[in-house]
């Protein structure tokens, strides 16, 4: 009998329920408010069949471009050949959660706003671009007393009687 060419083939593990997470769905997943611009990590939920996308989007992290009644459209990068390719796919509410990637960034977004109106304040300007970390600073090793060191000429006879 053929390998199966499915659209859930080779998916057992992929799509199971996590350990102790099995059985219904809780609320709070349909209560979370998706705006287009958005980050969001496809992760498909394997008990909700409706909406799911296939498995190459599986831990994939896109950005919504649509909002319906039930789904979201996702805009995900893909890799055909030597181009990458955007695809814009509609998942399901279900399938999908707010993605952390751009999360250090807002941080610093904001931690740099801040910076340029104390510095407008000031009257000067600042560079908020980030810089690679330099090499550590030198420094002197403190010199220790030599010590000559000698070689121990080996004996055969004495090591044969069981040593020195």
């Given at each position: ?111 740099n706003d801040e910076l340029k109106a104390a510095a ?45």
């Amino acid at each position: 009998m053929p390998a199966g060419h499915g659209v859930r083939a080779r998916t057992r593990d992929l799509f199971a329920r996590p350990f102790r997470k099995k059985g219904y769905i809780p609320l709070s997943t349909y209560l979370r408010t998706f705006k287009v611009g958005d980050y969001v990590d496809v992760k498909v939920n394997g008990a909700i069949h409706k909406g799911m996308p296939h498995k190459f989007y599986h831990g994939r992290t896109g950005r919504i471009w649509n909002v319906t009644k039930r789904a979201v459209g996702v805009e995900v990068n893909k890799q055909i050949g030597n181009r990458i390719i955007r695809k814009r796919i509609h998942v399901r509410v279900e399938h999908v959660q707010q993605s952390r990637c751009a999360e250090e960034f807002k941080l610093r977004k904001k931690k740099n706003d801040e910076l340029k109106a104390a510095a407008k304040a000031r009257g000067e300007t600042i560079s908020t671009k980030r810089q690679p970390k330099g090499p550590k600073p030198g420094f002197m090793v403190e010199g220790m007393t030599l010590e000559t060191v000698t070689p121990i000429p080996y004996d055969v006879v004495n090591d044969l009687k069981g040593g020195y």
